[in-house]
């Protein structure tokens, strides 16, 4: 396939300027139609998809860390993690847990990396929030970092100027001694309950079976836990899963 004819330096500098004029709808629209994984959400390119439902899918890396890397990806556009509204999020922290357990069991490793990269410096490649679930081993160096000795005093002016930061945002008093209590960040609940705002979507945290098809509407109710598989009933979805890596 012929590659795609490289922009002048005049040409970089003048789309810059167009998209820096660019309203926020028109920009957001423009990232939606040319987001990759927009594109794979919509069926309009292919992958090799383990999990969907209404608010996510799970799919296997096509440039993997390591043998099982999967991507969980919202399936509404946010750009990087603050966007994400926090039932969201948490939903599919519930989701990387479960398929945490999933990989360690199957392919037999030893951990996981939890892994989100937030901004293009971070090694972020698309402008589509995800979450990287990476299966680790012992010296597999996927991940190799070193470890650095960092200056106490320059932890101690770090925490200082966040804190003050935190302070200033929650617009309260620094405390005054190290013993009285930090400002609590508020829940997503106290927050809508606060603005009076509703709930953008419930989202059931009921363990569901991997499709490869959009599953009913799903809510986050007050639901009676799942009843208790049995362990040849478990097993067996495991390995059916298990067979999608190989």
């Known amino acids: 396939m012929a590659e795609a004819p490289k922009l002048t330096e005049e040409q970089a500098k003048a789309l810059q300027e167009?998209?820096?004029?660019?309203?926020?709808?028109?920009?957001?629209?423009l990232q939606r139609e040319n987001c990759i994984f927009c594109k794979i959400i919509h069926g309009e390119m292919q992958t090799r998809k383990i999990y969907e439902d209404d608010v996510c899918l799970v799919t296997l890396d096509i440039a993997p860390a390591s043998k099982g890397h999967l991507l969980i990806i919202p399936k509404e556009h946010y750009s990087i993690m603050p966007q994400v509204p926090d039932r969201v999020l948490a939903y599919i922290c519930v989701i990387a847990k479960r398929f945490s357990q999933i990989v360690l069991r199957t392919l037999k490793v030893s951990g996981t990396n939890i892994f989100i990269a937030n901004g293009s410096v971070a090694g972020q490649r698309a402008q589509h929030f995800l979450l990287h679930l990476i299966p680790r081993k012992e010296g597999d160096k996927v991940l190799d970092l070193q470890e650095k000795i960092i200056n106490q005093e320059m932890v101690e002016n770090v925490k200082i100027a966040v804190e003050d930061k935190l302070f200033q945002l929650m617009g309260v008093k620094k405390p005054e001694s190290k013993t009285e209590n930090l400002p609590r960040?508020?829940?997503?609940?106290?927050?809508?309950?606060?603005?009076?705002?509703?709930?953008?979507k419930k989202i059931s945290t009921r363990k569901k079976t991997p499709i490869l098809k959009k599953s009913p509407s799903v809510e986050i109710v007050n639901e009676e836990p799942a009843k208790e598989k049995q362990p040849e009933e478990e097993e067996a979805n495991l390995n059916d899963i298990a067979n999608l890596f190989r």
Do not use: F, V, W, Y
Not at 185 to 200: D, F, L
């Open 18 to 29: 167009k998209l820096k004029n660019m309203p926020p709808e028109e920009l957001e629209r």
């Open 185 to 200: 960040i508020q829940e997503p609940a106290e927050m809508e309950q606060e603005e009076g705002s509703k709930p953008e």
